[in-house]
């Protein structure tokens, strides 16, 4: 009322013949009336892009693919960041408001977002830039559309989990040829070729089947998230189910495929624990070619290991050394290999320690179940996997023939005077 009154829109006046003042509308007041606008909430569906990796919102005006499309490219999947299911806790009011506004011209405004009644996974297509320090492992990716760079999604990318395991692919790209070489003097090219498989293939094959899953699974968790049918329910529940042990049933498949192939890379985390099972499995014959021994890796645990590996009567062999010695090592390293010498000495018909002074080859030879050929240093370094920019290679042999020639081959090298 005291709005109205400062306003002008209404004033005291008393009728005709009357001691009484009441409240009407003043001729402005009148003309503010037939200009009022009655505010109706209208509900409507809009179709909107959330970019899962910039976390950002845009209007439906850019050309995007579908997964199969995405997939018949040949294009690597870029996972959001986080990687959850979209909700309406992901999404800002006064955001969408803007972007309706700007391309449909309305004056109304958003007042709610009641339900997300669709989700639909889709694709930007775009170029990959990479820089790679010429001096470490450190490696710098951007993205590009049409000629412009998509500054938010370098930043977005580089801060992901993601960005590790792509970081990864390219620095197994760029560092293959040095355990390839390696497994081709040793092994011989033709062998090697004929019989070498990456991984990347195995569960790139893997990954486009686990997709199409996946997307059912979505599909399904739509229906049950908006269906009141209790047998639809119970249906959907069970497809859920059928499709979560399809995955399960992929994941068993690839390990299988992997461990059967004559020859394949190695991923750097996976050297360690090689290392470890043969330890702790080898029956016969164990090689070690290492160019240099370190504390980090020849530790209290690895050294219980060993001893008991000599205590079982298996056969050791362990080369180690690149140029003179060196006297500027750490106390550890020295007394890392102190230990060593020391196991020599006690297990001296089963076990020989020698330095071969140019020992640029790392190999680890398990009887006739495996031989690996790397870039790795068996006793020098772990291999952590959280070590993103040290991504050391390697090729594994699982052809008991070919194992057999390898180390008859190396062992001509501890027989030497």
């Not at 037939?34 to 892009?49: G, L, M, S, W």
């Not at 968790?221 to 399960?248: A, M, R, Y």
């Not at 640029?360 to 006793?379: C, G, P, Q, R, Y």
Request: hydrophobic share 35%; net charge negative; charged share 35%.
């Amino acid at each position: 009322m005291k709005i109205l009154r400062l306003s002008e829109d209404i004033d005291l006046n008393a009728p005709d013949a009357s001691q009484i003042q009441i409240w009407k509308l003043t001729k402005k007041g009148e003309r503010t009336l037939r200009e009022a606008k009655i505010i109706v909430p209208e509900e409507r569906t809009f179709d909107i892009y959330f970019d899962g990796l910039s976390r950002t919102l845009s209007w439906n005006n850019k050309i995007l693919l579908k997964p199969k499309e995405l997939r018949d490219r040949g294009a690597i999947e870029i996972e959001p960041s986080p990687n959850h299911r979209l909700e309406l806790s992901d999404l800002k009011i006064k955001d969408i408001d803007v972007i309706i506004k700007e391309n449909e011209n309305r004056e109304q405004d958003l007042l709610a977002l009641k339900a997300i009644e669709r989700r639909q996974r889709l694709f930007l297509l775009a170029d990959a830039l990479v820089y790679k320090a010429k001096d470490s492992d450190t490696i710098q990716v951007t993205f590009i559309v049409n000629g412009k760079l998509l500054k938010e999604h370098e930043t977005a990318f580089a801060r992901s989990k993601e960005a590790e395991k792509i970081r990864r692919q390219i620095l197994n790209a760029l560092q293959k040829n040095e355990p390839l070489r390696f497994a081709e003097d040793l092994l011989g090219q033709e062998f090697v070729s004929a019989n070498l498989v990456d991984p990347d293939t195995i569960t790139a094959k893997v990954t486009e089947a686990k997709a199409e899953i996946e997307a059912q699974i979505e599909v399904a968790q739509e229906k049950l998230d908006q269906t009141e049918d209790e047998e639809e329910k119970s249906e959907l529940i069970q497809q859920l189910e059928e499709k979560k042990q399809q995955i399960s049933q992929l994941q068993s498949q690839m390990e299988a495929m992997l461990a059967t192939v004559p020859v394949r890379w190695l991923e750097m985390y996976e050297h360690r624990p090689l290392l470890e099972q043969a330890l702790k499995d080898t029956q016969e014959r164990l090689m070690i070619i290492s160019p240099w021994i370190r504390a980090n890796s020849v530790n209290r645990s690895f050294l219980q290991q060993f001893e008991n590996l000599l205590e079982r009567g298996v056969h050791v062999y362990i080369g180690y050394g690149l140029g003179d010695k060196d006297e500027n090592r750490y106390p550890k390293d020295i007394e890392a290999e102190k230990a060593l010498q020391k196991l020599a000495s006690q297990y001296s018909k089963s076990f020989i320690l020698k330095r071969l002074g140019d020992t640029h080859a790392k190999i680890l030879i398990s009887d006739t179940k495996f031989a690996v050929t790397t870039s790795f240093n068996w006793l020098s370094f772990k291999g952590e996997r959280d070590r993103t920019f040290r991504d050391e290679r390697g090729t594994l042999v699982s052809d008991p023939q070919k194992i057999d020639e390898l180390f008859e081959n190396i062992l001509c090298r501890f027989k030497d005077s």
